[in-house]
């Protein structure tokens, strides 16, 4: 008698082509698309799916996590600052005082864990998903991004002249890290002005991006590094804690915007 049920090639092909056309279907509109599977996109992810709304995570890698699994200097540890533990603690991550204030624990740990949370939460993500424009409507808004598989993108123009892929949402997230790829797009065409990120300084670094977490575009949202991209803040290096509360305000800015558009 064989462990496993019987089953044949086809099907196992057919299981995953039905999926994932499934679900690319479904999420060709979504409430909130957040560009960018780093600490602060998977954060905002989980707090809006937790809130009922569908959300789609696209990410131009094949791994989620962003910074987040590599932590300070590919060492695989990574430090946050209290009150940020708190989110060690919710997510059931263990960690170690190194310091005042001052916590370490192991990357991939804290990054799995957030992860899961964003799946758990019901989250969706497109990974291998480059994000290579902005949807603009007459109103001067935000209505989605324009998307292409990653590796279509290192092909010459000749060999990949293809045409955009809209997917549409109510509101767009821009957690592309320190790029700020979304935004750069606004920029590209003189509908945005960014200062470029500041010089590393932690201590002002968290404080400020948390603060500045915000629209800046309506349909818009920056958050993480992107923030510090935008306003010109310092660099914050392998300290996570203000990754993860600017997640949280990305994701409370998201539910107002949308609450609002809901009145109107
Ligand atoms: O860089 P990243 O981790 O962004 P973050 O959430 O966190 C920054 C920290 O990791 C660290 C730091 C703070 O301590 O300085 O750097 O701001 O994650 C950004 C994710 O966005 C993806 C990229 O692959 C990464 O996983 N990304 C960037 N551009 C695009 C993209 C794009 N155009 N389309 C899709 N994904």
């Known amino acids: ?18 999926s994932f056309l499934q679900q690319f279907e479904e999420y060709v509109d979504s409430d909130v698309i957040i560009v960018g599977a780093g600490p602060s996109g998977l954060v905002a992810a989980r707090e809006l799916a937790k809130a009922g709304l569908k959300v789609l995570i696209i990410e131009r890698n094949n791994y989620l996590g962003g910074g987040f699994w590599i932590g300070g200097y590919f060492m695989n540890k990574v430090t946050l600052r209290a009150p940020a533990q708190e989110f060690l ?7 170690s005082p190194a310091g005042p204030g001052l916590y370490v624990t192991d990357a991939p740990h804290a990054c799995s864990r957030l992860i899961a949370a964003a799946f758990d939460a019901g989250a969706k993500v497109f990974s291998l998903t480059f994000v290579e424009d902005i949807v603009v409507r007459e109103d001067k808004r935000i209505a989605g991004v324009v998307v292409n598989w990653s590796p279509i993108i290192h092909l010459p123009k000749e060999v990949a002249a293809l045409d955009p892929v809209p997917l549409e949402a109510k509101v767009v997230i821009d957690a592309t890290g320190h790029d700020a790829d979304v935004v750069m797009k606004l920029v590209q065409r003189d509908m945005l002005q960014v200062k470029g990120e500041g010089a590393l300084w932690i201590e002002k670094s968290e404080e400020a991006v948390v603060e500045r977490t915000s629209e800046v575009y309506p349909g818009l949202i920056v958050t993480g590094m992107a923030v510090a991209s935008v306003f010109g803040l310092p660099r914050m290096g392998p300290t996570f804690g203000g990754m993860l509360f600017s997640g949280k305000r990305a994701a409370e800015v998201a539910l107002e915007i949308i609450q609002r558009s809901a009145v109107s």
């Not at 049920?5 to 299981?15: F, K, L, Q, S």
């Open 1 to 18: 008698m064989p462990l496993f049920h019987p089953t044949r090639e086809g099907e196992v092909t057919r299981a995953i082509v039905s």
């Open 89 to 95: 603690d919710e997510l059931g991550v263990p960690y």
